[in-house]
């Protein structure tokens, strides 16, 4: 990209806020309460980006009829919610970076294979949904994170090319994702560690939105 982005994408979980350890917490409840013993690592590598359509399946190991899909998924979801209500905050410097970025003129989304009500938790119990041109969610896409599915229809709604993008993400697979779409990836550390982010293809490494890398930053604004 030799010139700034036009739109700049955010995951949710993990990225705009810190609170992936609540959703493995609630994820493991929920897995003992189905007797299955599922070590944490699962949850943290293998399932961080997926769609809820496909970790329930996986982890039960079987096809999954579409309402104990849901009565699943909401059990598991409204016990995340309780869990993180009490804790929840946006990632340093989130706000301020929004701001900056708005005010530059780029278009912004968020792109979460989180389902509409843990979407709706965070963006409106933070006040950050007005930021947001668009906001696509695993209903709006038949894939999950690695495929690039979400960022690609994120752009689309944006009215803006995938190379045009800069995706900031927590996950070795959405880095994935980002990288498949066409798209600067910036790893955020909030969960996992750098090395892997970078391993996984991201550009630049973060551990949050204050303290950004200078040429990423220089590259972010530049022209602007």
């Not at 030799?2 to 995951?11: E, H, L, M, N, T």
């Amino acid at each position: 990209m030799s010139v700034g982005p036009a739109a700049v994408i955010f995951d949710l979980d993990g990225t705009l806020v810190d609170n992936l350890r609540f959703h493995v917490q609630a994820w493991g409840a929920l897995s003992r309460s189905l007797g299955l013993d599922v070590p944490v690592e699962r949850f943290e590598r293998e399932f961080n980006g997926w769609r809820n359509e496909e970790i329930i399946p996986a982890l039960l190991g079987r096809p999954v009829p579409p309402e104990e899909l849901v009565r699943l998924a909401e059990q598991k979801e409204s016990h995340y919610r309780a869990l993180y209500g009490p804790h929840l905050v946006p990632l340093r410097g989130a706000r301020e970076l929004l701001t900056r970025l708005r005010d530059a003129g780029l278009r912004l989304a968020v792109a979460s294979a989180g389902p509409r009500p843990n979407r709706a938790f965070v963006l409106d119990g933070l006040q950050l949904r007005p930021f947001f041109s668009h906001v696509v969610g695993a209903e709006d896409v038949t894939r999950g994170k690695p495929a690039p599915d979400l960022f690609l229809a994120a752009a689309r709604a944006l009215g803006v090319e995938p190379a045009a993008c800069v995706v900031f993400e927590d996950a070795v697979h959405g880095i994935h994702a980002a990288r498949a779409a066409g798209m600067i990836a910036v790893g955020v550390t909030t969960l996992t560690p750098a090395e892997l982010l970078r391993e996984a293809g991201a550009h630049w490494v973060t551990s949050d939105f204050a303290s950004l890398p200078g040429d990423f930053e220089q590259l972010l604004f530049s022209g602007r």
